[in-house]
């Protein structure tokens, strides 16, 4: 069950990789791209590497959120749905790609890769932790709190209110409201 549970991600995470090139609008490749390190960090946790599993999944959320919040706020057409190409200079992108596939698994298959030497330590995912945050948990408290303010400040300008006006209605300077009237 474990293995068709792996596969079934696996090849989910890949799908959906590729529909973030496929989709025509920028919402939808938001949300495959979403879906495809969702699937990764289920994966991550299916090999019992729960610490990195878990991490990946509340980043990607976060970093998709966000994504999604200025997308909607900043975007000409309706957050992100109308038809656009995600992909330029295709033949290009293709060769490009299909170089590089090549490169990465000519390097797999031809480097010797060397014999594990030492023992893991008893706790993995300990040491994993200790190893990336370590020295650096003040800095990536301060990211954490930077991050939330600014999805905070996001959703406060995006609201229908605007910054500058308490009653709805924010002028452009020549006596017209947003929507069109006149006050």
Same mark, same amino acid.
């Given at each position: @069950? ?7 991600? #696996?090849? #989910? ?14 919402? &939808? ?8 390190? %969702? ?7 299916? +090999?019992?590497?729960?610490?990195l599993g878990?991490?990946?999944? $509340? @980043?990607? =959320?976060?970093?998709? %959120? ?9 975007? @000409?057409?309706?957050?992100? $749905? ?8 295709? /033949?290009? #992108? ?12 000519? !390097? +797999?298959?031809?480097?010797p890769w060397?014999? &594990? ?5 008893? *706790?993995?995912? /300990? #040491? $994993?932790?200790e190893a +990336? ?9 301060? =990211? !954490? ?6 999805? =905070? ?7 229908? &209110?605007? /910054?500058?006006?308490? *009653? ?8 017209? *409201?947003?929507?069109? !009237? *006149? &006050?």
């Amino acid at each position: @069950m474990r293995d068709a549970a792996f596969w079934g991600l #696996a090849v #989910a995470a890949v799908a959906s990789g590729v529909a973030v090139f496929v989709v025509d609008s920028m919402a &939808r490749a938001t949300f495959a791209l979403l879906a495809s390190f %969702l699937c990764v960090g289920l994966v991550l946790l299916l +090999i019992d590497l729960q610490y990195l599993g878990v991490l990946v999944v $509340l @980043m990607m =959320i976060m970093e998709m %959120l966000v994504m999604a919040v200025f997308m909607i706020m900043y975007m @000409m057409n309706p957050a992100g $749905l109308m038809p656009m190409t995600m992909v330029h200079n295709k /033949r290009a #992108a293709l060769a490009i790609a299909a170089g590089a596939f090549a490169v990465l698994a000519a !390097g +797999i298959v031809l480097t010797p890769w060397p014999a &594990r030497t030492g023992v893991p330590p008893p *706790d993995p995912a /300990r #040491a $994993l932790g200790e190893a +990336i945050m370590g020295p650096k948990m003040l800095v990536m408290m301060v =990211i !954490g709190v930077a991050i939330l303010a600014t999805m =905070i400040a996001s959703v406060v300008l995006a609201t229908a &209110r605007g /910054r500058y006006s308490a *009653d709805g209605y924010s002028t452009d300077g020549y006596g017209a *409201d947003r929507y069109g !009237g *006149d &006050r």
